[in-house]
């Protein structure tokens, strides 16, 4: 898989990997402060931070013995303006929808 929206979906399809990006939007953290809100072991995080860097949405860095890990939100706005063209083609169906159900109500009226 190497399509940079698959990789990307499929990092944001897991909830601890959500919770770390929300954690990384307020700045860098290293491992163990990613950890600490979660009951799993500190190997299972840095698996989880490996599919994030493999999808490109964070960067790790290295100061001295630590690497933390930054958000890099740019993967973030292909996903969205994919996901933006679907947004607008479901609202127009549910405005012609909704149109349809107005012109149904006005003529059971009369």
Do not use: C
């Amino acid at each position: 898989m190497n399509d940079p929206l698959s990789l990307i979906f499929a990092a944001l399809a897991d909830p601890t990997r959500r919770a770390m990006l929300e954690r990384l939007s307020q700045g860098p953290a290293t491992v163990k402060e990613l950890a600490e809100p979660f009951e799993i072991s500190l190997p299972a995080i840095s698996k989880h931070l490996k599919v994030l860097e493999y999808a490109g949405l964070i960067e790790r860095g290295r100061e001295a013995q630590w690497r933390p890990a930054q958000l890099h939100a740019a993967p973030l706005k292909d996903a969205a303006e994919w996901l933006e063209i679907y947004r607008q083609h479901w609202e127009e169906n549910l405005d012609r929808l909704d149109d349809y159900l107005r012109k149904l109500q006005e003529e059971h009226k009369s």
